[in-house]
């Protein structure tokens, strides 16, 4: 099955059983989900969550109970500025410098709260919560299609900050958990953990994508997100 025939398919199933939540409707997304709160709950119950200090984070709707548990348990949370677009292109969250974790966590409060800085002033990864649309028992995750979570990690992994044992993590429902089989690329950050309202999975998955993909990219891409050219040079 191709990617986009799934994600439709997935979208379809929240919406026709009900298991979607705001926003509406959950095509064309990473689709928040009912039971939100209880996945995140498992998910800080794992290993990966309580050795980690530093979180990097999606800013989607579905993870936003992900986001607030990790201000609340005192680690650090960074996101990506939307589509890579400054140089200093992540947001971070500290713990100790917010008031409000509530009205930071947001989707629009991000902006408005965060502090941005550029890559190279951040620390060593600990977690990553990716957003997925859909997702398989092995690791293998779709997003919404526009590939800035799999650029993000290659971002970060050109400059040492993640690496293959960096766990990757994403929250879903269980209808999300898919059999079908799709065909991975390259550039594809697989996940180690996937968790639901119900469960959580070790995927055993092995070895992750070690920097960016300049193939996939245009000009017109690096020349809108400056963050790139500090690595092309040294890609040549």
């Known amino acids: 099955m191709d990617k986009q025939s799934l994600r439709k398919r997935v979208w379809d199933a929240l919406e026709d059983e009900g298991a979607a939540r705001f926003p509406f409707p959950p095509h064309g997304r990473i689709p928040n989900f ?22 990097k984070a999606n800013p989607d709707a579905p993870q936003l109970p992900v986001r607030r548990a990790a201000l609340r348990a005192g680690k650090t949370v960074y996101m ?7 140089e200093r292109c992540f947001l971070e969250l500290d713990p100790d410098a917010l008031d409000d974790y509530d009205a930071a ?14 890559p190279d002033a951040m620390p060593d990864i600990d977690l ?26 290659a971002v970060l992994r050109e400059l040492g900050l993640v690496d293959d044992g960096t766990p990757v993590a994403t ?3 269980e209808l999300q958990v898919r059999e079908e089989d799709w ?14 309202p119900e469960r959580t999975v070790e995927t055993g998955s092995v070895g992750k994508p070690r920097g960016i993909d300049w193939s996939l990219l245009s000009e ?4 809108e997100m400056p963050v790139l050219g500090r690595f092309r040079d040294g890609s040549d």
């Open 34 to 55: 009912a039971g939100a709160d209880r996945a995140a709950e498992r998910l800080a119950e794992t290993d990966a969550w309580r050795t980690a200090e530093t979180v």
């Open 80 to 86: 990506a500025v939307p589509r890579l677009r400054d």
């Open 105 to 118: 966590t947001t989707v629009s409060g991000i902006g408005e709260h965060g502090r941005q800085v550029p």
């Open 128 to 153: 990553v919560v990716s957003g997925s649309v859909a997702v398989s028992e092995s690791g293998a995750r779709v997003g919404k299609g526009e590939g800035f979570s799999d650029l993000e990690w």
């Open 171 to 173: 929250t879903v429902h």
């Open 183 to 196: 065909a991975t690329d390259a550039h594809d950050v697989p996940l180690d953990l996937v968790v639901t």
């Open 220 to 223: 017109t891409d690096i020349d």
